[in-house]
């Protein structure tokens, strides 16, 4: 069975992955300092890591079955399925650790990612079952700072947001968030009262408010260009390490 697509081959890598030469070869050493290079002791790997790691974003970016998949990279359904569950995990977002600089400013928001695995899902507001996944993104870079444990998608962002634990990943930046977040330390817009209308320098504020946030926004259209965030089949952990995954692939694309 022969390969179609491959690592050695650059438009591939610019398709699937969404990375140039230099992008990807430093995810590479990443995943290879993480063990993903190392032999395992059972069956040796029919594929290169470089073309293990192409897989993997492939699978993301496209959202194919294991089926469909294998006979690209020109293995079995099962041998994709083992790239998979090896790779998938060393690609994710490492956590924050420290504080953040001074002048940091980090934006909060949630995302659904339908999930067909109902142990981790709720039926939410997009009239699916859908996980909830709060995401952290720094407002100057726009690179994604932190992404939560997968809650379940009726979940209120309030709520999630301690509970998914992006709240210690946060530190001492300010965190400006929408009004979902009421009751959380994040910075929210300000509400009108019907005896209390807003004034035009809290509207003024709103505004600024709203442009920034929109950096999120814009954070999520690209992450979903990685189809499997519009409908993840994976089990288990694969929701949360898929979106990890996906955020790192999103800040190696911006150059972070």
Not at 220 to 226: A, H, I, Q
Request: hydrophobic share 40%.
């Amino acid at each position: 069975m022969g390969a179609v697509v491959t690592a050695a081959e650059p438009q591939w890598v610019g398709l699937f992955a969404g990375l140039n030469g230099r992008q990807f070869h430093k995810l590479v050493g990443l995943v290879r300092r993480r063990g993903g290079g190392k032999p395992t002791g059972g069956r040796p790997w029919a594929l290169s890591l470089e073309d293990r790691i192409l897989l993997v974003a492939a699978y993301w970016r496209t959202n194919l079955t294991m089926r469909q998949l294998g006979p690209l990279f020109g293995i079995s359904k099962s041998a994709t399925d083992r790239v998979i569950d090896d790779i998938a995990p060393l690609l994710a977002l490492a956590p924050v650790r420290g504080r953040h600089p001074a002048g940091t400013v980090l934006i909060v928001d949630g995302t659904l990612v339908p999930t067909r695995d109902r142990s981790v899902a709720a039926s939410s507001k997009n009239y699916r079952y859908s996980t909830n996944h709060q995401v952290v993104i720094d407002a100057n870079t726009r690179l994604v700072v932190a992404a939560g444990r997968p809650l379940p998608g009726n979940r209120h962002d309030a709520r999630a947001y301690r509970e998914s634990g992006v709240d210690r990943a946060v530190k001492n930046a300010p965190v400006p968030g929408d009004g979902g977040y009421r009751g959380t330390p994040a910075l929210i817009p300000h509400w009108p009262r019907k005896d209390r209308p807003l004034t035009p320098e809290q509207q003024a504020d709103n505004t600024v408010h709203r442009q920034a946030r929109a950096r999120v926004e814009h954070a999520f259209s690209r992450m979903k260009t990685y189809k499997i965030l519009r409908d993840c089949r994976l089990r288990g952990d694969g929701v949360h390490h898929t979106i990890l995954g996906v955020a790192r692939l999103h800040n190696l694309a911006l150059g972070g």
